[in-house]
């Protein structure tokens, strides 16, 4: 049975919504008041003589069933254990002592079956605190932000994913060795890169890993100023970052694992983030010197005018890009209208799809005076639009297939007959709806005359010489 870990109210750390043993992300971890509580937790119980047994884990386990439960063990004064338990199903004697003598004669743990200890002496105080939450944590343990708890099993500092959607990405966790596998982790000797052990009295004050990136950070607001600080979260292959205004002068420096990975592409695509490689590169000396201008891109969408998709050369609106990025953009939105601008001018996601090329069906960028003026995709299907009441060509002979209007890859050309009217068209705009409906799906293809019910026209007059060969030979032979 999975144990699942939820906010607790009573100011601790809390981890929502996820099994016990499930590798656990920071973003999942909310700092209060400095401790783990797993909600369905498991303890050993006992009381009395029987509960100083050299092998625990031969006494009997109970169910704590109640939010924020966390396992108790209870000392006598002479140093034997007199007690163990869940902490809200603790006899009144036990109960007694842990409300008269915490930390000295009644200890808690937050992990499963962790209340394990035989004498006092396995407590140590420990830091407990998370950099998601507060920076402190890896900056100045010393800080009175940071909460000191009673551990058993030594204290720990492990790295924890940032969230499950940046795995890359770690956060500074300072806790309990006790808790190791309740942060999902089967070893913390350090050989996994990702947690680190120790015995002793607050030790867990170290800094993990030991290649973390150190870069400049500004000093006040107008960036004139800086210090040299670690990065607060940990990427392997992190670099140092100037962030700057739309107008090319920096606005703050940073690491780049600051920003999860889709705002940073998003940053760098934009010209606003610039990476640096090395310790400390991100210097004022060395900030980068953005020359600004302009570009013209073609402007249009298709729900609001045609050409944009089926002829963009008959587009004369145009916009001026300002941004640093000054690519001009064509793309096909969810609706299959076709939308032209600047690429910076577009929502976060519709950029970042452009700009990595991870949707490249659906859009292309350039980088020229109103280059974002030519059909797209390219091979675009074409149709016969057309009804023989307005046009009586369009029975037998339409002219001049158009550009469909709407892009979908599901697209095809249509022809039927709607009361001996002959309609053509895109299925888009022009879906069956009449007799001998027969869709295509290549360019120019619904040019068949449905009245005669002949094959196509281009192919009538060669149907017809064959039939009269056929003809001729058969009386040949008569």
Known sequence: MGYKISFVIFGIICLSG?????????????????????????CYTCE???????????LPVQQCDLFGAQCATTFNVNGTVSARGCSNLLSMTANATCISAPGQLCFYCVSPLCNTALNRTEFVECYQCDSYSNSECVWNTNDSSISVVQCNQGCIVALLPKSSSDNETYETYRGCGSEVSALGMTSCDGNNGSCWSCNGTKCNDFNEPSDRLVCNFCANADCNETFSQDCLSYRADDKCAYVLTVNGTISYLACASNFPPSTLDYMKGLGILVECDGVNCNTLTNAPHLQLNTSTCVSCSSDQNEFCATDPSKITTTVECTDLNKLCVTRITSEGHTVRGCLADQSQSDFLDCYTGSNSTYCSTCNAT????????????????????????????????????????????????????????????????????????TSACNDKDLNNGSATIQTTGAVLFAALLVFVFQKLEL
């Open 18 to 42: 996820l099994a016990y043993g499930e590798v656990i992300d920071a973003s999942n971890i909310e700092q209060v008041n400095g401790q783990v509580v797993f909600n369905n937790v498991s």
């Open 48 to 58: 009395g003589p029987n509960c100083s047994v050299a092998d625990v884990t031969t």
């Open 370 to 441: 109103s280059c974002n003026n030519e059909i797209f995709p390219a091979d675009r299907l074409s149709c016969y639009v057309c009804n023989s009441n307005d046009d009586q060509a369009c029975e037998s002979s339409p002219a001049n297939a158009t550009v469909c209007p709407i892009y979908s890859p599901e697209e095809t050309c249509t022809q039927y007959l709607l009361n001996s009217t002959t309609i053509r068209g895109c299925s888009s705009q022009f879906p069956c709806a009449g007799e001998k409906c027969s869709p295509c799906d």
